[in-house]
Nanobody, 119 residues
Framework: QVQLVESGGGLVQPGGSLRLSCAAS????????MGWYRQAPGKQRESVAS???????NYGDSVKGRFTISRDTAKNTVHLQMNSLKPEDTAVYYC?????????????WGQGTQVTVSS
């Protein structure tokens, strides 16, 4: 069973920065992709950023140019650097690891970390 443990959330003022980390219990290169999702109260969970095994990154439109996903394969950790934070970025952020096997996707999730952007 894969375990994902997030850290780095907290309270930050608008315009500030935070760095989230996700430590995996397995080799992160064994996953088809890893990424970050977020869910705000009353809203559906949405994809924020992802990185494939090959290193290709993808970002949600609302965070492009402000957030950066990266990984440290030696530490089996994925990071999300969040800059120029806005109140609408407030949400619980979840780390995700996806494995594709025989055309079937399996997802693993972390427990989530709260990010609050407020003055």
């Amino acid at each position: 069973q894969v375990q994902l443990v997030e850290s780095g959330g907290g309270l930050v003022q608008p315009g500030g920065s935070l760095r989230l980390s996700c430590a995996a219990s397995a080799n992160i290169l064994s996953f088809s992709a890893m990424g970050w999702y977020r869910q705000a109260p009353g809203k559906q969970r949405e994809s924020v950023a992802s990185i494939t095994t090959g290193g290709r990154t993808n970002y949600g439109d609302s965070v492009k140019g402000r957030f950066t996903i990266s990984r440290d394969t030696a530490k089996n950790t994925v990071h999300l650097q969040m800059n120029s934070l806005k109140p609408e970025d407030t949400a619980v952020y979840y780390c995700n690891a996806a494995i594709m096997r025989s055309g079937v996707r399996m997802d693993y999730w972390g427990q989530g970390t709260q990010v609050t952007v407020s003055s």
